[in-house]
C-alpha cells in the first residue's frame, strides 16, 4: 500500500489518498474487485473518501442510526 496509514498512535489514523495516487492504484490493479486484498483496499479508500472516518475508534462508534 502507500503511506496514508499513521501507526506511530495507538489508533490508526488513515489520511485519504491524493487523486493521482487513487487513479495509479486503480491502474495498478491495487483497487478494485478481483481480490479479497484490492477488494478490502478499494473499501477502506472509499470509508476514508466518501463518509470521512479516518480512525479506526470512529469506526466502531458507525451506526445507521447515526445516518441523517
Known amino acids: 500500500m502507500n503511506d496514508a496509514m499513521d501507526c506511530s ?16 492504484l486503480w491502474q495498478s490493479g491495487e483497487l478494485g474487485y478481483h481480490s479479497p486484498e484490492a477488494l478490502t483496499q478499494t473499501l477502506v479508500m472509499i470509508i476514508v473518501k466518501h463518509l470521512k472516518i479516518r480512525s479506526s475508534q470512529a469506526h466502531r462508534f458507525v451506526s445507521t442510526s447515526n445516518q441523517k
Open 9 to 24: 498512535v495507538k489508533t490508526v489514523v488513515i489520511q485519504p489518498t491524493p487523486r493521482s495516487d487513487e487513479e495509479t
